[in-house]
């Protein structure tokens, strides 16, 4: 009677995985992008989509769903059902920062089911041709001297490299003056122009403008030096530890997203990073793949969390 009715459970388990599986296969894929097409956490997920449209038969789908620092985007995907047929592949902003910018969100950031990382790219320091300064020694010096008076552009309020100027001037005790820009792109030309004098951008979007002289190029924000500019030293290189401010382009899934389904997406992410010509995609964005597991995604991304949840308290850095 008992191997009877063993027999009757697994059974019923065996056709209930087959059910999943049918319906699994049968919807496509769709990867969630929380930002505007164009830019780096834009490219870097359609390059891996369109080698993942083999694996799934019903194909892989990519929409972007941007507003409110990503939260549209993420709201969306924490309210989809936990299928396996909806990801979010974002950087930090909804995944790990959010939550201490905004005083109320739609969605609960902590009960992400991690997928993977795609990929970091370093920050870097960059400032404008003419500032009479050839390292980061000589920057902060320069700072010192001139406490308040040196300007800093950023994505916005809140952005990446807003955040990354403040935990530079905690941990060098110097302080600047914040301009906003609305993205990447006005903020590059202002500093590129001399209306500013400094930007924490992303590596692939300033790396251009420094071969070309049109701004400097001082440090990398990172453990190791970039093999997109092998010759610029790391800020630990640079005798300011603690300094590494990366952005990762992380793949999460809805709230209760079986672990299973997570690390079988991971398992096809990670073969895909893999290929040598998505190895070289990636570099020319100046990202690094990765393709962490679950596990090690979940430990980085918490991490991530809490230390900008220190800088964000400090700098008084708020949003609606």
Same mark, same amino acid.
């Given at each position: 009677?008992?191997?009877?009715?063993?027999?009757?459970?697994?059974?019923?388990?065996?056709?209930?995985?087959?059910?999943? !599986?049918? *319906?699994?296969?049968?919807?496509?894929?769709? =990867? +969630?992008?929380?930002?505007? #097409?164009? &830019? $780096?956490?834009?490219?870097?997920?359609?390059?891996?989509?369109?080698?993942?449209?083999?694996?799934?038969?019903?194909?892989?789908?990519?929409?972007?769903? !941007?507003? *409110?620092?990503?939260?549209?985007?993420?709201? =969306? +995907?924490?309210?989809?059902? #936990?299928? &396996? $047929?909806?990801?979010?592949?974002?950087?930090?902003?909804?995944?790990?920062?959010?939550?201490?910018?905004?005083?109320?969100?739609?969605?609960?950031p902590t009960k992400w089911?991690?997928?993977?990382?795609?990929?970091?790219?370093?920050?870097?320091?960059?400032?404008?041709?003419?500032?009479?300064?050839?390292?980061?020694?000589?920057?902060?010096?320069?700072?010192?001297?001139?406490?308040?008076?040196?300007?800093?552009?950023?994505?916005?309020?809140?952005?990446?490299?807003?955040?990354?100027?403040?935990?530079?001037?905690?941990?060098?005790?110097?302080?600047?003056?914040?301009?906003?820009?609305?993205?990447?792109?006005?903020?590059?030309?202002a500093l590129v122009s001399?209306?500013?004098?400094?930007?924490?951008?992303?590596?692939?979007?300033?790396?251009?403008?420094?071969?070309?002289?049109?701004?400097?190029?001082?440090?990398?924000?990172?453990?190791?030096?970039?093999?997109?500019?092998?010759?610029?030293?790391?800020?630990?290189?640079?005798?300011?530890?603690?300094?590494?401010?990366?952005?990762?382009?992380?793949?999460?899934?809805?709230?209760?997203?079986?672990?299973?389904?997570?690390?079988?997406?991971?398992?096809?992410?990670?073969?895909?990073?893999?290929?040598?010509d998505v190895k070289q995609?990636?570099?020319?964005?100046?990202?690094?793949?990765?393709?962490?597991?679950?596990?090690?995604?979940?430990?980085?991304?918490?991490?991530?969390?809490?230390?900008?949840?220190?800088?964000?308290?400090?700098?008084?850095?708020?949003?609606?």
């Open positions: 009677m008992v191997q009877f009715l063993n027999r009757r459970i697994a059974l019923a388990f065996a056709i209930l995985l087959t059910s999943a !599986s049918l *319906a699994y296969a049968a919807k496509p894929i769709t =990867f +969630v992008i929380p930002f505007p #097409p164009g &830019g $780096t956490a834009d490219i870097l997920p359609r390059i891996v989509a369109e080698k993942l449209r083999s694996t799934y038969p019903a194909g892989v789908v990519v929409e972007n769903k !941007s507003g *409110a620092g990503g939260n549209i985007g993420a709201d =969306f +995907v924490a309210r989809s059902d #936990p299928d &396996g $047929t909806t990801f979010l592949v974002s950087p930090p902003g909804p995944i790990a920062i959010n939550q201490y910018l905004y005083k109320s969100m739609s969605f609960d089911v991690p997928v993977t990382v795609l990929a970091t790219a370093p920050n870097v320091l960059d400032v404008r041709s003419k500032l009479p300064v050839k390292n980061v020694a000589e920057f902060i010096a320069y700072l010192k001297a001139h406490p308040g008076k040196v300007t800093y552009a950023s994505q916005g309020n809140g952005s990446t490299s807003h955040l990354t100027a403040n935990l530079f001037m905690k941990l060098t005790g110097t302080r600047m003056t914040h301009i906003p820009y609305r993205g990447t792109a006005p903020a590059l030309a001399g209306q500013v004098d400094v930007f924490f951008d992303n590596i692939s979007s300033s790396a251009p403008y420094d071969r070309s002289g049109q701004l400097r190029i001082l440090a990398v924000a990172d453990e190791h030096r970039s093999l997109d500019l092998p010759q610029v030293p790391t800020f630990a290189e640079s005798h300011v530890a603690g300094m590494n401010a990366v952005t990762f382009f992380a793949v999460v899934a809805p709230p209760g997203t079986p672990m299973a389904i997570a690390s079988s997406m991971q398992k096809a992410i990670a073969a895909t990073l893999a290929l040598p995609k990636f570099t020319a964005q100046g990202a690094e793949p990765r393709g962490w597991s679950p596990k090690q995604t979940g430990q980085f991304m918490r991490a991530e969390s809490s230390k900008w949840e220190k800088v964000i308290n400090s700098a008084h850095v708020t949003l609606g």
